[in-house]
């Protein structure tokens, strides 16, 4: 069964405290991994997607990485405004079109 | 601007009630897609059409129907035969259709259903 593993479930960091989000996947078939950032009571908002392994891809404070079996988001010095749950999802190939499995999320919170 | 739009932003449902949830795009995308998020879980697929007229079942879909009568529009309907439906509903659209489209999905702000 293909999954999708977000770790740590929560994280709390203090301003400009860098840290790594992890995604980890056990799919076949991987055609792009997605990141998304979401704030409560809201829809995701789309980050980046990766598509092989020793991609990178970065966005102001964030980098996410892709290796054969995970996914980091690296966050360098972050700001209480990255304060969020961010979601990576990952597509498979299938007969089904651009289908997505959503991993649960890592919660992020950016103290002063 | 362009985007998605759902509404209402909450929504009560009585016992034994339909309900249904309007999602509307005006990006031109050819796919269109329901979620289901509910604390502690990823985002369920529950429909998802990738035409005008065509739809397929995702992996939550019973107790939910759909229509796509036009390419804006996707509107679910949550029947009373879904026996826990309080959730946070999120519909999203793609910029491709096709089996091997790889473009990312777009989500709008949500619906929250509860039970009264």
């Known amino acids: 069964e293909d999954q999708v593993t977000q770790s740590p479930e929560a994280l709390r960091l203090q301003e400009g405290e860098s840290s790594s989000l992890n995604c980890s996947y056990t799919?076949?078939?991987?055609?792009?991994l997605f990141w998304y950032r979401q704030d409560p009571g809201k829809g995701p908002e789309f980050l980046f997607t990766?598509?092989?392994a020793g991609e990178e891809k970065e966005k102001e404070r964030l980098k996410a990485t892709l290796t054969k079996k995970e996914s980091f988001l690296h966050i360098t010095a972050p700001k209480p405004e990255d304060s969020a749950t961010y979601l990576c999802a990952v597509r498979i190939l299938t007969g089904g079109g651009n289908k997505l499995t959503f991993g649960t999320g890592t919660q992020l919170k950016v103290e002063l | 601007d362009g985007g998605i739009t759902q509404s209402p932003k909450y929504l009560f449902r009585k016992e034994g009630q339909n309900v249904t949830l309007s999602c509307e795009q005006n990006l031109n995308h050819d796919a269109m897609y329901w979620y289901r998020q509910d604390p502690g879980q990823g985002l369920r697929l529950i429909y998802y059409?990738?035409?005008?007229?065509?739809?397929q079942k995702g992996d939550i879909a019973e107790g939910y129907s759909v229509s796509r009568e036009k390419k804006e529009s996707f509107p679910l309907t949550v029947t009373s035969a879904q026996k826990n439906p309080t959730a946070f509903y999120l519909c999203a659209s793609s910029p491709t259709q096709g089996h091997y489209s790889n473009q990312p999905q777009h989500f709008g702000d949500g619906t929250r259903l509860s039970i009264l």
């Open positions: 799919v076949s078939g991987l055609r792009g």
């Open positions: 990766l598509y092989s």
């Open positions: 059409s990738q035409i005008v007229n065509d739809f």
